[in-house]
């Protein structure tokens, strides 16, 4: 295990918190949501339409606000094909380098290089264009202990109870466990927040649709920023590829 | 209208079809998860245990299975302080000037391009590694058309019905609707699955945990990648930012 960390480059722990805690409505009370008259019965669409925006609809009202929406200048032009096919090469080789390593390296990073990762995940699309993210990069070694601390317990909680025997069987050839040594080790833990919702400017409630799938997306394209920061070689060393994604997604 | 016609760079349509329709099993009859005794009440954790993954279980086992997890290379170097930091800006700048455009140009693109861009979007971590993922690029004029006319007609109930009177308003200042003319004009359509749960050597069934998840983080990922195709220069031309991404999410 020791003899992981040394190899471990990755300097950050991505955790995914699923739920709007930063806002205060409660995920799991959820409203009915009004529909004239019952449609065409097709599970797979009303299930994509469900996205924890289907709560209780209070006051909300857009109309009159982003009427006058921003326009901002467009890129149009690409590379030549040759360009092209070379380009998608060396994306693919360097992405494919990435891995869900678990003993991070204390190394220090500039925060700049963090800041800009994060404006990178900030231009995902998302439903409707809402933007239903939050992230929180924490520095403080107090602050991250405290983290990792609510994280082990809740995570004990799901490998002991929650998630099951099939699970956590399923997880057994991955390795991993509830303890995260690395949310010590790591420079910097970017937190990320869906937003199930936020508020106007007028205070009233802006529904946030298709939100933890664009959440989501934008960590795809986190992901993808931080291994940009990586160069594009090998070293002899070996480690588990892809070990369980939880942590650039879920649990916490 | 006609006027974007000419400026739209992108190629490609991203249709995200929400459920395992390449396997036989519906999201909508979901059983009961057996937890063994009531963990503390967590209503967000729980939550975030659930993503389609708590089906009926059926036999299942992984035990035996993928016991010599492959091990493969890792790349430990980063590149410099500086260089980390002008390469973050200079993704951040190209990344940013994606923008979810509904007007496409047919221009063709090599198909190694696209191939090198599924690729790239698979390194993807996903919950338990599962790769719960299905990327069917398709490229035959008929079958666009085809599927043009399920998309809209599905769209078309998502508007009139499904969507109720709020999430119609929050849209029309994006003025989208259900016609897609793009995917008969792109040269390519990817369509992407989520695999509800897959199939392990012996037939029997595999559950994949967070697959919605996971599909999207691909997804961000994929958008990358075709980002990197395109030059860091600006046009002059104007276009919406962002709007509704629902293309590169959800709606079939």
Chains 1, 2 share one sequence.
């Not at 009370?29 to 339409?49: A, F, N, Q, T, Y």
């Not at 997880?171 to 970017?190: C, F, G, H, Q, V």
Request: with cysteine.
């Amino acid at each position: 295990m020791v003899f992981f960390s040394s190899l471990t480059p990755v300097f950050i722990a991505i955790i995914c918190v699923l739920i709007g805690v930063i806002l205060k409505k409660n995920n799991g009370e959820r409203g009915k949501h009004e529909i004239k008259s019952k449609p065409p019965s097709r599970p797979w669409v009303d299930e994509d339409l469900k996205d924890g925006s289907d709560h209780q609809v209070e006051e909300e009202e857009w109309q009159g606000f982003d009427e006058n929406i921003a326009h901002v200048p467009f890129t149009a032009e690409r590379y030549s094909e040759a360009e092209m096919i070379k380009r998608s090469q060396e994306f693919y080789k360097l992405l494919n380098k990435r891995r869900s390593v678990r003993f991070l390296s204390d190394e220090p990073v500039p925060r700049e290089v963090i800041d800009n990762v994060i404006r990178t995940a900030g231009t995902s699309p998302s439903g409707a264009h809402t933007e239903p993210w939050t992230f929180v990069v924490v520095q403080d070694p107090e602050i991250k202990h405290k983290i990792r601390e609510i994280v082990e317990e809740e995570e004990e909680i799901n490998y002991k109870k929650r998630m099951g025997d099939r699970w956590v069987n399923d997880l057994k050839r991955l390795r991993t466990n509830w303890i995260k040594e690395y949310l010590d080790t790591a420079p910097y833990l970017i937190l990320i927040f869906k937003q199930v919702y936020g508020r106007l400017p007028n205070g009233k409630r802006k529904t946030h649709y298709y939100n933890e799938i664009s959440v989501s997306i934008a960590c795809g394209i986190l992901l993808a920023a931080l291994q940009v920061l990586f160069l594009l070689k090998y070293s002899i060393l070996i480690t588990m590829r892809h070990v369980s994604a939880g942590y650039a997604q879920g649990h916490v």
